[in-house]
């Protein structure tokens, strides 16, 4: 069975600080996608990044940057220089890849509080 | 291109009433997936439907059931409403090919109260 943690409930911080919001994963399948995605108030569910299980490269888009490990089962996310609009709960997410087991397991989500 | 969008937005329904939610996927996308999520269970995988076929389902009671139409539209409906069932009905629509997965994309959510 699949299992996502986000043992981070509540993280709050001050505007311009560096905040990383870890994701651990568990999964007996060798190629699986794990996914990070952003909701604000509104309730909606934004799609962030998603990364391929093989491809252990990390990533970095604007202020948002990604580190997958494999060897720890841990997917973080770090956000740079925070701004207010980074307020919202973030959800770290796998898939399986055999088709019909593609169902998005999530973790419990942190809720980051960026103060101004 | 037109994200997801789901109907209605919010809903207050009374124990024991049933209740349809309506889901249109991104214009080329073939599978919608169903998720509920609630503060104490969080988000879970309700079911998944691929040219009008169920693919996968979670594991929710019989009282919660979808349908996907010939243009990749669906609905979900739950019978018999519990205090319970009272919670945020989000649905997410994917390119979807046989041979590898693709990203699911969510719409705004239908917030349901049951009464």
């Known amino acids: 069975a699949q299992k996502v943690t986000q043992a981070q409930t509540e993280i709050s911080v001050v505007e311009k600080e560096d905040v990383t919001l870890d994701c651990v994963y568990e999964t007996r399948d060798t190629t699986y996608y794990l996914f990070w995605y952003k909701q604000p108030p509104s309730g909606e569910l934004v799609f962030l990044i998603r990364r391929n299980s093989f491809d252990e490269q990390n990533e970095i888009s604007g202020r948002y940057s990604w580190n997958f490990q494999k060897s720890t089962s841990s997917f973080n996310f770090t956000i740079t220089a925070s701004q207010v609009v980074d307020s919202a709960v973030y959800f770290c997410a796998l898939s399986e890849a055999e088709m019909g087991r593609r169902a998005l397991t999530f973790g419990s989500g942190t809720r980051l509080q960026v103060q101004p | 291109k037109a994200g997801v969008t789901q109907t209605p937005r919010y809903l207050i329904k009374t124990r024991g009433q049933q209740v349809t939610l309506s889901c249109s996927p991104i214009?080329?996308?073939?599978?919608v997936s169903w998720y509920q999520q609630t503060p104490g269970q969080g988000l879970q995988f309700l079911f998944e439907?691929?040219?009008?076929?169920?693919?996968n389902k979670g594991n929710f009671p019989g009282r919660f059931s979808g349908r996907q139409f010939s243009n990749s539209r669906s609905e979900m409906n739950v019978s018999t409403l519990e205090l319970g069932d009272s919670a945020l009905y989000l649905c997410?629509?994917?390119?979807?090919?046989?041979?590898?997965?693709?990203?699911?994309?969510f719409g705004p959510g239908t917030r349901l109260t049951v009464l």
């Open positions: 997410a629509s994917s390119l979807e090919q046989i041979t590898r997965s693709d990203t699911q994309y």
């Open positions: 214009s080329g996308h073939r599978s």
């Open positions: 439907y691929f040219s009008e076929t169920q693919r």
